[in-house]
Structure formats: structure tokens, C-alpha cells
């Protein structure tokens, strides 16, 4: 008799690795085709945007304290149910929050300040979470994993996109994954550069900029068996 295989072994391995925008949504060509629009968007309007801490739990309502010190997010919106407490969802992004029923999504004032990659990230179709991640200078995020929620047929897959990154000279800012297969494997943060990956796989981040790195952090409902 030989033992059954191990399947979650294998599934942690197998999703293990960074994805690519081909393999998550090819739509997503949208934002990197109007970069430069929705780079000069975000600096204009920076400081006008509320940060709030990241949700520790990734309950997507919670108010936790932040378990990543130095990095917070710009809520931009998220996928509407009809049991959220609107009024809550207010206290935890600290603005005013609203509810579109044509693509059935709530939120934020910062979207309605950023209307250019508001409505691209609509027509790309992405309809989860979503927000602009802020880095503090020097700040690195130890290893991890996101216990994001589950699902039968799809699974989500954290997606970041640099609007904002500027190294200097030897500086680099490198999100880092702890892999089953390959091992401990990275890549570089950079201008309007995407990098996907799966949640519950190790990760985390090291930075030596000098300056704020920002990113669109946003979350891609995918079908399982498409990535296997």
C-alpha cells in the first residue's frame, strides 16, 4: 500500500509562484496602457486621500489594530453586500461611503477624488477589494501569509501595481515569496510594473527607499482550476 498524496501539499505547491496579468486578467493592459494618466492623477491629489490601517484579519470590514506597521491604504472600493453596515464601513475608512448598484460595488471619497483609475479599474473588471497600499521609507514587512476567505471554485490572488515607486541610486523595494518548489524567489517594485501572487503562500517585503513606495493593491476572484 502506498500512502495517499498529500493534497493540500500539492496545492501549496502548485500556487507557490507569481502569476502572471495573462494568467489573472488580461484586462488589466487597461491601467498599464494609461500609467502615466494615472500616476500624475495620484500625485496630484495624495495628500487629499484618506490612509487607514490595513484590516489585520482580512475580514474587509474589520477595524483591527494594523499588524504591519508603516503600511496603510487608500480604500478605493470593494464588492457591496446587502448585509454591510454602511455607517460601520465609514468608521473603518474614515470617510463617506457609497453604494453603486450597476457594478455592484461600494465606495470611498478617495475614488471619487481619483475618478481616472476609479473608472479604469472598473472597466478592467476588477471588483474586489481594492485600495492604493503606502509603504513608509525604510519599513519592511515580515513574513506572512493573508488568511483571505475561501471558496469552492475560485480563489483570490493579491494583485499589486506600482503607481509611485522611486529608488535611488542602490535602493530597491523587493516583495519576497517562500516557495514549496522553487524556494524563497522575488521581484522588484517598480513604475507600472504588476506582481500577483496567492495569499496564503509565505511573503513579505523588504524596503531601503528614501521614499514612500505606493501601489494599487487589489484583490482578482480566479478560477482554481485555470491556475493548476
Known amino acids: ?14 500556487m507557490g509562484r507569481f502569476f502572471t496579468k495573462e494568467e489573472i486578467n488580461p484586462s488589466l493592459n487597461l491601467l498599464a496602457n494609461n500609467y502615466e494618466a494615472v500616476r500624475d492623477e495620484f500625485r496630484s491629489v495624495k495628500h ?15 477595524i483591527d489594530k494594523n499588524p504591519y506597521a508603516g503600511w496603510k491604504v487608500a480604500a478605493l472600493f470593494g464588492q457591496y453586500h446587502p448585509s454591510m453596515d454602511l ?17 455592484d460595488i461600494i465606495y470611498t471619497q478617495n475614488a471619487v477624488r ?9 472597466e478592467a473588471g476588477i471588483r474586489q477589494r481594492c485600495g492604493i ?15 483571505d476567505p475561501e ?16 529608488p535611488q541610486e542602490q ?21 507600472n510594473r504588476f506582481h500577483f501572487f496567492w495569499g496564503r503562500t509565505p511573503h513579505h517585503v523588504f524596503s531601503n527607499l528614501s521614499t514612500p513606495r505606493y501601489c494599487l493593491c487589489f484583490d482578482n476572484l480566479v478560477d482554481r482550476q485555470g491556475l493548476l
Open 1 to 14: 500500500m502506498y500512502p495517499l498524496p498529500d493534497l493540500e501539499y500539492i496545492y501549496h505547491t502548485i
Open 48 to 62: 487629499q486621500l484618506v490612509y487607514t490601517n490595513w484590516s489585520g484579519n482580512n475580514g474587509y470590514t474589520s
Open 87 to 103: 455607517a460601520h464601513l465609514e468608521e473603518v475608512y474614515d470617510q463617506a461611503v457609497y453604494v453603486n448598484p450597476e457594478y
Open 114 to 122: 481619483m475618478p481616472t483609475l476609479f473608472n479604469l479599474c472598473l
Open 133 to 147: 497600499s503606502v509603504l513608509d521609507p525604510g519599513v519592511v514587512i515580515d513574513w506572512h501569509t493573508d488568511p
Open 151 to 166: 471558496y469552492d471554485e475560485e480563489t483570490i490572488i493579491r494583485g499589486l501595481w506600482g503607481i509611485d515607486v522611486n
Open 171 to 191: 535602493e530597491v523595494c523587493q516583495l519576497y515569496l517562500n516557495t514549496k518548489s522553487d524556494g524563497i524567489i522575488n521581484e522588484n517594485f517598480s513604475h
